[in-house]
């Protein structure tokens, strides 16, 4: 039986870019119409796809009854916003990483999507990149045996991202909007975290630009059975390239085994117990992953991400992270935040839960 396609509106075509190229490859999805506030970017995306449904208003996409599910691509600080906005109209809600730039907000947005009983799903690009999607399916057929540690980093020269307004604005941090694919990693391992400590550098090369957030961050995570979780980022300094130390890798060590899923790189490393460490190359993926120029953007994680909000809809599941699996890793990070400034003092998630969410529980 044809399943039938869902109507889906987006906003923010920056990033945005990636969804548009999802959605019209997509047998699942019927891109409806595009927004943004940046008329000279809508005339871009509509001759770069030949996609000529577009608007400058999001007030069009959350009017438009057809459209079933909005997508966000604007800016993390406007995420809490648009989210509610589109959930007040009845939609679905896919929005990008990071869900919100801090738990401000967190209640009222959790209160707004349980009232509306529709579906907040977060991009969590990484999950989804076929190396880490791999790794997932050997730890859920228990090949790692018992987990003892989850190592996730996101190291890369973020000071390209610095060229726009909003990243110099109040509201953006390195951690949030960048380190966590590495702690999203961690937790998805590791859902359970109950406490976290670690240091923070805010470097020269950060205030430069007229950052005031940690450009460097190592931290150490632990849940209520002991096994640790690692994070790392770094994001203002060279790095030693691609082809050296992937920008986001996750190694997960177990009794029965050790893998590395990696990205940019489409490369999974394993080592299971009584088997000759491998490499799995996935090379012939390239042009799914990285549609446009260089590696820029990667379409392919978007595609991968919106097939499985639509089989979630199809057989009526909640699309993976939620808003709940969200604020749970926000939560880790304001406790990284708190353990950064407090000198590297251990942090527990559950009091940072109580203090934010009390009110929606
Ligand atoms: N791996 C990932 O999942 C990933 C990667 C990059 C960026 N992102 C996220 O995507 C979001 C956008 O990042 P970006 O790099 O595209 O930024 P960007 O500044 O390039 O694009 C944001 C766009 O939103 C538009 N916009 C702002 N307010 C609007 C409004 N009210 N109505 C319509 N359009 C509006 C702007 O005109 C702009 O074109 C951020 O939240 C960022 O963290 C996610």
């Not at 390239?241 to 999974?268: D, F, H, K, M, W």
């Amino acid at each position: 039986m044809t399943k039938r396609a869902y109507k889906l509106g987006v906003v923010g075509l920056g990033e945005g870019r990636s969804i548009m190229s999802a959605a019209l490859a997509s047998e699942r999805w019927e891109l409806r119409k595009v927004c943004d506030l940046n008329e000279e970017l809508c005339r871009s995306r509509e001759k770069e796809f030949g996609f000529t449904a577009w608007t400058t208003s999001y007030d069009e996409l959350l009017n438009d009854p057809e459209i079933e599910a909005i997508a966000i691509y604007t800016p993390d600080q406007l995420h809490l916003k648009h989210v509610k906005m589109a959930l007040e109209a009845g939609k679905h809600v896919i929005c990008t990483k990071p869900l919100l730039p801090s738990l401000d907000g967190a209640a009222e947005l959790l209160e707004a999507q349980k009232r509306s009983g529709k579906h907040v799903f977060v991009g969590q690009s990484t999950r989804y990149f076929e190396p880490m999607k791999r790794q997932r399916q050997d730890f859920e057929a228990g090949k790692h045996g018992d987990i003892h540690t989850v190592e996730a980093h996101y190291i890369t020269d973020g000071r390209w991202f610095l060229e726009k307004d909003w990243s110099r604005q109040k509201g953006f941090s390195w951690m949030y909007g960048f380190m966590i694919h590495a702690v999203d990693l961690v937790r998805w391992y590791l859902p359970e975290v109950t406490e976290v400590m670690g240091f923070g550098l805010n470097s020269e090369a950060n205030r430069g630009y007229g950052v005031d957030s940690w450009d460097t961050m190592r931290f150490l995570l632990r849940d209520g059975d002991g096994r640790i979780g690692q994070v790392s980022g770094s994001y203002t300094l060279p790095t030693l390239g691609q082809s050296v130390e992937p920008s986001i890798g996750c190694v997960i060590r177990g009794s029965a085994g050790t893998t590395r899923g990696e990205y940019s790189n489409l490369v999974y490393h394993t080592h299971f117990a009584g088997e000759q460490p491998a490499t799995a190359e996935m090379e012939h993926l390239h042009d799914y992953f990285f549609r446009f120029e260089g590696k820029s953007h990667h379409a392919g994680e978007y595609q991968n991400y919106i097939e499985h909000f639509a089989e979630c809809l199809d057989e009526g599941r909640t699309p993976l992270p939620d808003a709940n699996e969200a604020i749970r890793t926000l939560a880790v990070m304001v406790a990284m935040e708190r353990s950064i400034r407090e000198g590297g003092r251990i942090v527990r998630i559950q009091d940072v839960l109580d203090e934010y969410l009390e009110p929606s529980r």
